[in-house]
């Protein structure tokens, strides 16, 4: 048994916006398809070869980059605390199998971070909107492989148009 313990540095990218938390969920459910996409999961674990892996996920995304796989409502976990309502602060788990396929072929050590996550708090003054950028936490460190930067490089790309759309006055 060895032990290795590799330091990383990864990149939290930050969106503020003033619309109001409801209405950016709002957009990022339409934007994943939250309620088409539900029990993705439970749909993969049926396929029997690529051609319907492709399929299935190609109706979940409905022409869109995501679909929507679940979400924590970390709100509710402050509010069992004392008993009173707290501003929203949720994580949505989004992505789309077909890139993590991709990309794990490339780096199978990116697979723990996927699929990626948005956090979505609310302020005062509207909402912030924050994700790890995914070349930072899905690369391999010391390693130029060309296949996996351009997936990642396109996947920071789909990732911050959907959040600029979702957070967009």
């Known amino acids: 048994m060895s032990k290795t313990i590799i330091p990383f540095t990864a990149k939290i990218v930050n969106f503020d916006t003033t619309l109001p938390f409801s209405e950016v969920i ?3 459910d339409v934007a994943i398809n939250k309620a088409g996409s539900s029990d993705i999961l439970g749909k993969l674990r049926t396929v029997k070869d690529q051609e319907e892996f492709m399929s299935v996920v190609n109706r979940a995304t409905v022409g869109q980059d995501f679909l929507y796989f679940w979400e924590v409502p970390h709100n509710i976990l402050l509010e ?13 788990t989004f992505g789309n199998p077909i890139f993590a396929q991709a990309i794990v072929k490339c780096n199978p ?6 699929p990626p996550r948005l956090l979505i708090v609310e302020k005062p003054e509207g909402t912030s909107v924050s994700y790890h950028l995914p070349s ?4 391999i460190r010391g390693k ?3 296949n996996l930067q351009a997936e990642l490089e396109a996947l920071d790309q789909k990732v911050e148009r959907l959040v600029v759309k979702i957070t967009a006055i």
Do not use: C, E, H
């Open 109 to 114: 050590f990116a697979a723990y971070s996927i």
């Open 26 to 28: 709002s957009r990022l």
């Open 144 to 146: 130029n492989d060309p």
């Open 80 to 92: 069992f605390a004392d008993g009173n309502d707290k501003r929203g602060i949720v994580v949505y």
């Open 136 to 139: 930072t936490v899905m690369s």
